[in-house]
């Protein structure tokens, strides 16, 4: 079964920085896409970033370039989401997701995109 265990939340003032962890299991990961979506209280879900094992560039909403960073090791099977200068705005509870019927991060365009494996949570919360 595909498994996404996702870690590192937490709470930092704006302007700080978290590293989320995302530790797959039970498929391949070498050539599957893993991606992180992110949901604010009453706000719809909205994917962050995606990075994929063809050597592609990741895929970043915009709201967040230049501050996030998100890249894979291959050996751990462990995606990354490097955060810096974190603000009120990214408060939500971040997801890792992958999906096994593409290889590409160009889905992540798609406003109506949805993975289907999701892992748990992970809480950030961005406040002074």
């Known amino acids: 079964d595909v498994q996404l265990q996702a870690s590192g939340g937490g709470s930092v003032q704006p302007g700080g920085s978290l590293r989320l962890s995302c530790a797959a299991s039970?498929?391949?990961?070498?050539?599957?896409?893993i991606g992180w979506f992110r949901q604010a209280p009453g706000k719809e879900r909205e994917g962050v970033s995606c990075?994929?094992?063809?050597?592609?560039?990741?895929f970043y909403k915009d709201s967040v370039k230049g501050r996030f960073v998100t890249y894979r090791d291959s050996a751990k099977k462990t995606v990354y989401l490097e955060m810096n200068n974190l603000k009120p705005e990214d408060t939500a509870t971040y997801y890792c997701?992958?999906?096994?019927?593409?290889?590409?991060?160009?889905?992540?365009?798609?406003?109506?995109?949805?993975?289907?494996?999701w892992g748990q949570g992970t809480q950030v919360t961005v406040s002074s």
């Open positions: 990075v994929s094992g063809s050597g592609e560039s990741p």
């Open positions: 039970g498929f391949a990961f070498e050539d599957d896409i």
């Open positions: 997701t992958t999906d096994p019927r593409t290889s590409t991060c160009l889905v992540y365009r798609t406003t109506s995109y949805t993975p289907p494996h």
